[in-house]
């Protein structure tokens, strides 16, 4: 993947500026681009399975940085810019529906997918943007409970993101979002424990984040009214849906064994589906090679690498995320794949 590629997801607010200026039906269009277009193009596209050779020079360059830390002033200035639209335009029915699940789109990919990447940065001011950007999508608690309870319990019943054999997505959905909220407070709790102090003190950063959130979305509701931070809040719910649906597809059915000490194996490759469809990679800096993420999971995105016993998704992660919304289908393709592995 040359480094260029990696400035595809920035069509995504030009398709969304385009959006927000149309009328009718094309207020949807980044949809109809980014899970309709694109899918097919990478039905038609092979994977590429090869990686870098200038790995350190990759790990090194800040220009991968500043991709991600761009990232912030647009979707602040684009939620902002919503904001401003709805409470001075005269939409229709169709076009709150389309302009809302635009911005959507925004917290799922720029709002939450970009978070995760900055989110297992150990450096204070990445860790700001990325709780800049989740405070976008309503979706802080994100951070506390992803960096250690998911990756800690990935592939195991103890992990809410890991979606169990023959489970719907619908049922997956609920159960993925409030038990990664429980378990943050549940692990934010045990971190002050361990250091002598309050377990639900302000220091308990599932409590500051909640209190954070609820403040943002009061000054929504007194600078622009009602209806704009109910379409927001609405947008907010439709980027964490897609956050959880990628969860979905990513650990459907992979569960690590349990040695005869009672501890679970180390996570490894084969316990976190991959997809090397180039547009996918690009779009969501590299997160569809989550098996390496989850190896290593301090490994920036321009260094993940694809391995021969990852196991391979059908097609790229936009296209098996409309794969998972009619579950007899995916159980059919998916449950045949698991038996294989």
Same mark, same amino acid.
């Given at each position: 993947m040359? @480094?260029?590629?990696?400035?595809?997801?920035y069509?995504?607010?030009?398709?969304?500026?385009?959006?927000?200026?149309?009328?009718?039906?094309?207020? $949807?269009?980044? %949809?109809f %681009?980014?899970?309709?277009?694109?899918?097919?193009?990478?039905?038609?596209?092979?994977?590429?399975?090869?990686?870098?050779? =200038?790995?350190?020079e990759?790990?090194?360059?800040?220009?991968? =940085? $500043?991709?991600?830390?761009?990232?912030?002033?647009?979707?602040v200035?684009?939620?902002?810019?919503?904001? !401003?639209?709805?409470?001075? &335009?005269?939409?229709?029915p169709?076009?709150?529906?389309?302009?809302?699940?635009?911005?959507?789109?925004?917290?799922?990919?720029?709002?939450?997918?970009?978070?995760?990447?900055?989110? !297992?940065?150990?450096n204070?001011?990445?860790?700001?943007?990325?709780?800049?950007?989740?405070?976008?999508?309503l979706?802080?608690?994100?951070?506390?409970? !992803?960096?250690?309870?998911?990756?800690?319990?990935?592939?195991?019943?103890? =992990?809410?993101?890991?979606?169990?054999?023959?489970?719907?997505?619908? *049922?997956?959905w609920?159960?993925?979002?409030?038990?990664?909220?429980?378990?943050?407070?549940?692990?934010?709790?045990?971190?002050?424990?361990? @250091?002598?102090?309050?377990p639900?003190?302000?220091?308990?950063?599932?409590?500051?984040?909640? %209190?954070?959130?609820?403040?943002?979305?009061?000054?929504?509701?007194?600078?622009?009214?009602l209806? /704009? *931070?109910?379409?927001?809040?609405?947008?907010?719910i439709?980027?964490?849906?897609?956050?959880?649906? *990628?969860?979905?597809? +990513?650990?459907?059915?992979?569960?690590?064994?349990?040695? +005869?000490?009672?501890?679970?194996?180390? /996570?490894?490759?084969?316990? &976190?589906?991959?997809?090397?469809?180039?547009?996918?990679?690009?779009?969501?800096f590299?997160?569809?090679?989550?098996?390496?993420?989850h190896?290593?999971?301090?490994?920036?995105?321009?260094t993940? *690498?694809?391995?021969?016993?990852?196991?391979?998704?059908?097609?790229?992660?936009?296209?098996?995320?409309?794969?998972s919304l009619?579950?007899?289908?995916?159980f059919?393709?998916?449950?045949?794949?698991?038996?294989? /592995?």
């Amino acid at each position: 993947m040359k @480094k260029w590629a990696y400035l595809f997801v920035y069509t995504l607010p030009v398709t969304v500026y385009f959006a927000f200026n149309l009328h009718g039906v094309l207020t $949807f269009l980044p %949809i109809f %681009i980014f899970y309709g277009l694109v899918p097919l193009i990478e039905l038609v596209t092979k994977p590429s399975s090869s990686n870098p050779e =200038d790995m350190d020079e990759r790990g090194k360059s800040r220009f991968y =940085d $500043f991709l991600l830390y761009a990232s912030v002033p647009v979707q602040v200035i684009f939620l902002f810019y919503f904001f !401003h639209l709805l409470s001075v &335009s005269a939409f229709s029915p169709l076009e709150y529906a389309g302009v809302t699940l635009s911005m959507g789109l925004m917290c799922g990919v720029f709002g939450i997918n970009i978070a995760h990447e900055l989110g !297992h940065r150990p450096n204070r001011f990445e860790q700001l943007l990325a709780e800049i950007l989740l405070l976008t999508s309503l979706e802080m608690h994100f951070l506390p409970y !992803h960096n250690n309870g998911h990756h800690r319990n990935v592939g195991t019943r103890k =992990d809410p993101a890991t979606a169990r054999r023959g489970e719907p997505l619908y *049922v997956f959905w609920f159960r993925s979002q409030i038990g990664s909220y429980l378990q943050a407070w549940s692990l934010e709790a045990e971190r002050l424990k361990k @250091k002598g102090n309050r377990p639900y003190s302000f220091g308990n950063r599932a409590l500051t984040y909640t %209190i954070i959130q609820a403040v943002f979305i009061g000054a929504i509701y007194y600078f622009y009214g009602l209806l /704009v *931070v109910s379409l927001f809040i609405v947008s907010a719910i439709f980027g964490i849906l897609l956050l959880e649906t *990628v969860n979905y597809i +990513e650990h459907y059915g992979l569960m690590r064994s349990k040695k +005869e000490s009672g501890r679970y194996e180390r /996570v490894m490759h084969e316990h &976190s589906w991959n997809s090397d469809h180039p547009i996918g990679r690009a779009m969501l800096f590299e997160l569809s090679r989550h098996s390496d993420h989850h190896y290593k999971a301090s490994k920036k995105y321009q260094t993940l *690498v694809s391995l021969p016993d990852a196991p391979q998704m059908p097609t790229g992660y936009p296209g098996m995320m409309l794969f998972s919304l009619v579950p007899p289908l995916w159980f059919k393709v998916m449950n045949k794949k698991l038996s294989s /592995v």
